[in-house]
């Protein structure tokens, strides 16, 4: 396909953009509405089960991570369609917590910049590895600790 018939069918490489963003966060809900399904009834586990569900998603797709997470492209903005997966997304993590008490933005805000911040080291750093994964429990089992829970003695991830 030549780049003017392809205008033919899009208004422009931001309408591209759009579309993609919008895929791969939609792509994300299924992911993650498939581990709601079997979240376990402790927070601790629910919150490494959300950690691993995401990061291996993220980690798959080095492109698709640094469009729905980095602004990468110069001027692209989502639209409010485009973005609307990656809200239903974050409402899904914010239900999880606030069954589990969780309910201030900054302590949600933390959660997700551990996890997505160990998915950009892994891509950055480690690519096809687990450098940063194996990191996961441990991150989580912090974020609880700070938040004054005592996540318990350390478990494997089920």
């Known amino acids: 396909m030549k780049a003017p018939s392809l205008y033919s069918h899009v208004d422009s490489k931001n309408a591209i953009y759009d579309a993609m963003f919008a895929q791969a966060w939609s792509e994300c809900?299924?992911?993650?509405?498939?581990?709601d399904a079997r979240c376990p009834p402790d927070l601790r586990g629910t919150l490494q089960l959300y950690a691993h569900t995401f990061f291996d998603f993220s980690v798959s797709?080095?492109?698709r991570f640094q469009l729905m997470n980095q602004r990468t492209i110069p001027g692209f903005v989502p639209s409010s369609e485009a973005y609307a997966p990656a809200v239903l997304v974050m409402q899904g993590l914010?239900?999880?917590?606030?069954?589990h008490g969780i309910t201030a933005q900054e302590d949600i805000d933390l959660y997700v910049a551990l996890v997505g911040g160990l998915a950009d080291a892994q891509l950055a750093?480690?690519?096809?590895?687990?450098?940063w994964g194996r990191l996961l429990d441990r991150a989580v089992d912090m974020y609880l600790h700070d938040l004054g829970i005592d996540p318990g003695p350390p478990r494997t991830t089920p």
Request: charged share 35%; no cysteine; hydrophobic share 30%.
């Open 61 to 63: 797709d080095l492109t």
């Open 125 to 131: 750093n480690d690519p096809g590895g687990n450098r």
């Open 29 to 35: 809900r299924e992911v993650m509405a498939a581990m």
């Open 94 to 99: 914010q239900d999880q917590l606030d069954r």
